[in-house]
Structure formats: C-alpha cells, structure tokens
C-alpha cells in the first residue's frame, strides 16, 4: 500500500495563503511530503512560514482543505538526506515571491514549500515551483510512475 503523498494545501487559511493564491492563480497555497501514519495522521516535511522553514511535523490532513497525490515513487533516502541538509533552514519568502516576479532573487540557504519538495523529488530548477505548477506535475506524473516505493 502507497502511504507517501504530495499533500496540496486549499484550506482558507490565512492572509499569507491568501497572497500565494492571489499571485499563483492557484486553489493550492502550500504543500508538503506526508507519511501516512494511521487513518488519520500523517508525518509531514515541508518548508512552512507558519513554523519558520524546514520542518517535519505530525498533522491530521482534514480532506476538506487538503488534496492528497500518490507518490509510488519517492526516494525514501532521498527525502531523509534533504530534511537533513535543510531541516531549521528559514521560509523564503523572496523565493516564492519570485515565483511570479522574475528579477527578485532567491537565496540558497532559505527554501519555500513548494521549492523544498520539488528538491526532493528531483525535480530541475525547484525554485520555479509554486504549489499550482507542482500540483500540476503530480497529478500528471500518478499515471506514469512506478509502483514500487524506495
């Protein structure tokens, strides 16, 4: 049984939810990597500017503000190494602020979500995801993707 997702945030939320949706065109304002835990927690690696960077942390995904997509793919070591590497790091606002204008920077000791786990997943150029575009990748790559889970 699959129990890793791509975890896309659509929850009201609050005023910072409501710019990345603003400037995204997006329902999606964050994401995470969740673990499946139990029926009804889920182990969950993101960078969160509610929790100030990269952090893991055990949450209850209510169906009615999340989307949940397979990754019958992810590299279980792959994800570990990069919480590693990042884990205290600071949210990137300037990051995803750049997302949508081009010329602002980011900086590679920051990360913001959506950034954080297209690395994980090995994706080229991980700053140019917002929660919208790595929707979009997911859900076009559960077809296509392997059953086996590293």
């Known amino acids: 049984m ?17 710019v990345i949706r603003l400037f995204t065109r997006s329902i999606y304002s964050h994401c995470e990597i969740a ?24 949450m209850e995904l209510n169906p009615s503000n999340w989307d949940l997509i397979p990754l019958k793919t992810l ?12 884990e205290g790091l600071k949210y990137d606002y300037w990051g995803a602020i750049g997302i949508v ?3 602002v920077k980011q900086k ?10 297209a690395e994980v997943l090995g ?4 700053g140019q995801y917002s929660p919208e575009t790595l929707f979009e990748w997911a859900f076009n790559q559960v077809g296509k993707m392997a059953v086996a889970i590293n």
Do not use: H
């Open 2 to 18: 699959n129990n890793i997702y791509l975890a896309m945030y659509r929850g009201k939320g609050n005023w910072i939810d409501k």
């Open 35 to 58: 673990i499946q835990q139990d029926d009804e927690t889920f182990l969950c690696y993101s960078s969160s500017p509610r929790d100030g960077g990269v952090r893991i942390k055990t």
């Open 75 to 86: 590299n279980k070591e792959r994800l570990k190494t990069i919480f590693n590497q990042t």
């Open 101 to 103: 204008l081009p010329f």
């Open 108 to 117: 590679r000791s920051r990360w913001f979500c959506s950034e954080w786990c």
């Open 123 to 126: 994706l080229a150029r991980p």
